[in-house]
């Protein structure tokens, strides 16, 4: 094993040096630095984990005990589990025990050594004394999980309860009298509990249940269905399911009932059967984050009932038609993501989707125009122009179809006041909510050489800016940087393509300083503020990378591709992070600032339109959790995306959480407070026009351009005011 005396002898520095440089301590150069830790990778030294070590004295282990990864809903625990502690710096040690309880014990012999910050454990034993008395770990850091042991201090699990009462709710919907239950071993906790409720709520059934072991399952598969003729199977896994599906298959010749299983939560749909979802990715990480959190604590406890997701519901029966609708749209991750599925729409409606697909700049010249806008049936606008153009091309939605008001029912108000109403009108629905974030490279921000290098710099420590000023502070440190490890790479970049993307860019800095556009009865910038602002997005410029570009993918691209430490941009736009190869050390923060402008768009029905059914059809699949997930799962978004709380989204996207909170701060001002519109996207373009001018100048004289904006500003007020 490599030691600390090994590494100081192979860098030439002292054993003092090298332990303050793995336990981040000490003034010790960049020049030393470096030495060290090439000496620590050469000699084989895993950083990250021995000097974790070093510092807490724990392995920074968690243990997991699972009855096989063979199971759906143990796959999906484990895997999130295991990203979340990688992310952490955690190691994750997994033992199968095939429900045996031999074997089970036997694991716990072998982990005796081990010295594990938690373990958690699907056991198969009848009482958690046989882990409390051979481990000496805290016995709060024993998580037992859906299956509650005699004397078990701390127990996870789902809702198994209400997963039967649920169960039985639906089967008291149909009039099928012969009802089977294919489930675990009775001795289990969540088994004895699903059926105990089921059993006490379900009305006027004939039922008939078949409990086995993972060893008799398929088996008792056969034995269940050659014996009686059902209407229903209910199934308290998505294994069991399947197995019922091939005894039919191969052993049976009586026809398929409507097969229902409890599932754990993720692209899962199937005509045969009907799933009832629980959330074991969320599971995992909820539990991971539990232990790392609570690690140090004396009193804890993780003990809790975690809510079933339930049924989804699904758009189950569709209206043929033959017919066709147009459709006006941006090019964008969300588009992308419908392209690929409108096939699914078109085949059961008989319904064909034309997508006109434009610049966002070229549908607004097409909806000023009193006869363009007329030959489409749904428009995709950008949220900046519903309040001004919403009424002018829009329907009404309210009281058009049941299912669609259910789904503007659903909508949180913060999501109507932006994204749906105007004065309290229903007009449009999110199609793609977006709000600025701050995405950051974890791995250069973390690095203890970049980190010594700055503070050699600056003399001030490497952090997430929270202000502008400390933004520009490291974008001008990578900019004026030379050595190695960053050399290659910008601070940001900044496109400065046309002036509606520069004035989002402007504002932005603009209203982190509280400044704000709609000021009494006018449209005006405050002087100081917006001089102070533009200061700071001229210095931004100078030390950023310059991309001549119209859209945000240019500026999200460059950071994909490693060539910046940091992006600013509208989460809708953001998408191909997650699928990037350096997705794993991405960070996510808010904006300098904590005032982030709100984007993205929104779909209405034209008020010109001859397919009004057709295209309320069209928004009820679109809004459907089916085809929400879909385009979520293909890198696009929805308003369901963002207010999910589902693993599979998160997983995909990480920083939903902190946006669904940051949502909250955003900000975009197209009205004043008697609810008077105002044309936004023109007076952006009127700021953007000479911000653009601006930066073009070696020394641009800041007050001569705030009084051409404010002079435009109010020379236009009348016609930035007016409405539709």
């Known amino acids: 094993m490599v030691t600390i005396l090994d590494i100081a002898k192979a860098a030439g520095v002292s054993h003092g040096t090298v332990s303050n440089v793995l336990n981040g301590k000490g003034n010790v150069s960049s020049k030393k630095m470096e030495l060290v830790l090439k000496a620590a990778e050469e000699l084989g030294y895993n950083l990250n984990k021995n000097a974790k070590v070093l510092r807490s004295g724990n392995s920074q282990t968690i243990i997991i005990i699972l009855p096989t990864l063979a199971l759906d809903e143990y796959a999906t625990f484990y895997e999130s589990a295991l990203k979340e502690a990688t992310a952490s710096d955690y190691q994750v040690k997994l033992f199968c025990t095939y429900d045996?309880?031999?074997?089970?014990?036997?694991?716990?012999?072998?982990?005796?050594?081990?010295?594990?910050?938690?373990?958690?454990?699907?056991?198969?034993?009848?009482?958690?004394?046989?882990?409390?008395?051979?481990?000496?770990?805290?016995?709060?850091?024993?998580?037992?999980?859906?299956?509650?042991?005699?004397?078990?201090?701390?127990?996870?699990?789902?809702d198994f309860k209400k997963a039967g009462i649920d169960?039985?709710?639906?089967?008291?919907?149909?009039?099928?009298?012969?009802?089977?239950?294919?489930?675990?071993?009775?001795?289990?906790?969540?088994?004895?509990?699903?059926?105990?409720?089921?059993?006490?709520?379900?009305?006027?059934?004939?039922?008939?249940?078949?409990?086995?072991?993972?060893?008799?399952?398929?088996?008792?598969?056969?034995?269940?269905?050659?014996?009686?003729?059902?209407?229903?199977?209910?199934?308290?896994?998505?294994?069991?399911?399947?197995?019922l599906l091939k005894a039919y298959h191969y052993g049976s010749s009586k026809p398929l009932p409507k097969i229902i299983a409890i599932a754990p939560f993720k692209n899962t749909y199937s005509n045969e059967i009907l799933y009832y979802f629980q959330d074991y990715g969320y599971l995992g990480v909820s539990l991971?984050?539990?232990?790392?959190?609570?690690?140090h604590l004396k009193d804890k406890s993780h003990s809790k009932i975690y809510d079933n997701i339930g049924f989804l519901e699904k758009h189950l029966s569709y209206t043929k038609y033959e017919s066709q609708i147009n459709i006006l749209t941006i090019e964008s991750p969300t588009t992308k993501a419908l392209m690929k599925v409108i096939p699914h729409f078109e085949k059961n409606t008989n319904i064909r989707v034309n997508l006109d697909i434009k610049k966002n700049s070229d549908i607004f010249e097409i909806i000023r125009d009193d006869e363009k806008w007329k030959s489409y049936d749904i428009i995709r606008l950008d949220v900046v122009g519903l309040s001004w153009y919403g009424q002018k091309i829009y329907k009404n939605l309210q009281g058009l179809n049941k299912h669609l008001d259910q789904v503007l029912n659903n909508l949180p108000y913060f999501l109507k006041d932006y994204y749906?109403?105007?004065?309290?009108?229903?007009?449009?629905?999110?199609?793609?909510?977006?709000?600025?974030?701050?995405?950051?490279?974890k791995d250069i921000f973390k690095h203890e050489i970049v980190k010594r290098k700055y503070f050699e710099k600056t003399k001030s420590e490497l952090k997430i800016p929270k202000t502008f000023a400390a933004y520009n502070?490291?974008?001008?440190?990578?900019?004026?940087?030379?050595?190695?490890?960053?050399?290659?790479?910008?601070?940001?970049a900044m496109i400065t393509g046309n002036s509606g993307t520069i004035a989002t860019e402007y504002l932005l800095r603009y209203y982190s300083l509280k400044g704000v556009l709609i000021n009494d009865?006018?449209?005006?910038?405050?002087?100081?503020?917006?001089?102070?602002?533009?200061?700071?997005?001229?210095?931004?410029?100078?030390?950023?990378?310059?991309?001549?570009?119209?859209?945000?993918?240019?500026e999200v691209n460059a950071f994909v591709d490693g060539k910046t430490a940091m992006v600013i941009g509208f989460m809708n736009h953001l998408s191909v992070v997650s699928q990037s190869n350096i997705k794993d050390s991405i960070?996510?923060?808010?904006?300098?600032?904590?005032?982030?402008?709100?984007?993205?768009?929104?779909?209405?029905?034209?008020?010109?339109?001859?397919?009004?059914?057709?295209?309320?059809?069209?928004?009820?699949?679109?809004?459907?959790?089916?085809?929400?997930?879909?385009?979520?799962?293909?890198?696009?978004?929805?308003?369901?995306?963002?207010?999910?709380?589902?693993?599979?989204?998160?997983?995909?996207?990480?920083?939903?959480?902190?946006?669904?909170?940051?949502?909250?701060?955003?900000?975009?001002?197209?009205?004043?407070?008697?609810?008077?519109?105002?044309?936004?996207?023109?007076?952006?373009?009127?700021?953007?026009?000479?911000?653009?001018?601006?930066?073009?100048?070696?020394?641009?004289?800041?007050?001569?351009?705030?009084?051409?904006?404010?002079?435009?500003?109010?020379?236009?007020?009348?016609?930035?005011?007016?409405?539709?």
């Open 100 to 158: 045996n309880p031999i074997k089970e014990l036997e694991i716990i012999k072998e982990i005796i050594k081990e010295r594990p910050s938690g373990i958690m454990t699907v056991s198969s034993l009848e009482d958690a004394n046989a882990y409390y008395h051979q481990l000496s770990i805290n016995k709060s850091d024993i998580i037992f999980i859906n299956r509650r042991p005699l004397h078990a201090l701390e127990f996870i699990s789902f």
């Open 167 to 243: 169960m039985a709710a639906y089967m008291n919907l149909f009039e099928g009298k012969t009802i089977g239950v294919f489930t675990d071993e009775a001795k289990h906790s969540n088994e004895s509990d699903f059926i105990s409720s089921f059993l006490n709520q379900v009305n006027n059934k004939n039922i008939v249940i078949s409990q086995s072991n993972m060893a008799h399952e398929y088996e008792n598969a056969f034995n269940m269905i050659q014996s009686t003729s059902f209407d229903f199977i209910i199934t308290t896994n998505v294994s069991r399911a399947v197995m």
């Open 288 to 295: 991971v984050k539990k232990i790392i959190l609570n690690i």
């Open 420 to 441: 749906a109403n105007i004065n309290d009108v229903t007009y449009a629905l999110p199609f793609d909510v977006s709000i600025q974030m701050l995405f950051f490279r």
């Open 473 to 492: 502070e490291i974008l001008k440190f990578f900019n004026e940087s030379d050595f190695d490890l960053i050399k290659e790479i910008d601070g940001a």
């Open 521 to 554: 009865s006018e449209i005006k910038l405050d002087v100081d503020m917006a001089k102070k602002a533009m200061e700071l997005l001229y210095e931004n410029y100078r030390n950023s990378q310059v991309i001549e570009s119209n859209w945000w993918g240019a």
């Open 587 to 724: 960070g996510i923060a808010n904006v300098p600032g904590d005032t982030p402008l709100l984007g993205g768009g929104i779909l209405g029905i034209t008020k010109s339109t001859d397919k009004l059914n057709e295209s309320i059809e069209f928004l009820n699949w679109l809004n459907s959790n089916e085809i929400s997930e879909q385009i979520t799962l293909l890198g696009g978004n929805s308003a369901s995306y963002f207010l999910s709380n589902s693993s599979v989204v998160q997983t995909m996207y990480p920083w939903l959480n902190k946006a669904k909170k940051t949502i909250m701060n955003g900000k975009r001002e197209n009205t004043f407070e008697n609810g008077q519109s105002i044309d936004l996207k023109q007076a952006e373009e009127i700021i953007g026009k000479y911000i653009l001018q601006l930066l073009k100048e070696e020394q641009p004289d800041y007050d001569q351009y705030i009084a051409k904006i404010n002079e435009e500003l109010d020379a236009k007020q009348e016609e930035l005011i007016n409405q539709y």
